[in-house]
């Protein structure tokens, strides 16, 4: 890797399902998480991005308060879809963390062209945000959008609500 800018990985199972301490979702061991913890210590930066129909929960409880891992998940609305508990669009970090997790919880129906009509580049000039915590569970797709917090670290964009 000596040199690369770039490294992509594709695991089968991803392990997505196992928190730090734990089994979960027919997995044993978070391959992802590992191999993403071990890059972001050894390069100073990685961006894990997981499409799933089930969030990996795993995954965020093990980067949620890290600031050198940014999670991005695509997933089904945890109202609806496994796991239920968590993946909404308002947990966006903790701590050092804050704004490296991005959830993107999928309505019913939706198709490639819906989803991808929401995301839109941001100038690198512009101010960074963090997004607004919503108090409610059923808030609406405005007080729930979401925004990437970036200093530079890592590519900004910004999601518009559908």
Not at 32 to 54: E, I, K, T
Not at 57 to 74: C, E, K, M, P, W
């Amino acid at each position: 890797m000596a040199g690369d800018s770039a490294v992509y990985g594709l695991a089968r199972p991803p392990g997505h399902h196992c928190p730090r301490s734990a089994f979960g979702g027919y997995g044993l061991f978070n391959y992802s998480a590992a191999a993403s913890a071990y890059l972001a210590d050894r390069v100073g930066r990685v961006a894990v991005l997981d499409v799933d129909y089930h969030h990996g929960n795993g995954t965020q409880q093990i980067f949620y308060h890290r600031a050198d891992v940014l999670y991005v998940s695509l997933h089904a609305d945890p109202d609806r879809a496994f796991p239920y508990f968590i993946g909404w669009a308002d947990e966006n970090g903790a701590g050092p963390g804050e704004g490296f997790t991005l959830n993107l919880p999928l309505p019913a129906g939706c198709t490639n062209d819906h989803h991808l009509a929401r995301w839109r580049p941001r100038s690198s000039a512009s101010p960074s945000t963090t997004p607004p915590r919503s108090s409610s569970r059923s808030a609406s797709p405005e007080a729930r959008s979401s925004a990437i917090r970036s200093s530079g670290a890592f590519p900004s964009f910004t999601i518009r609500p559908p």
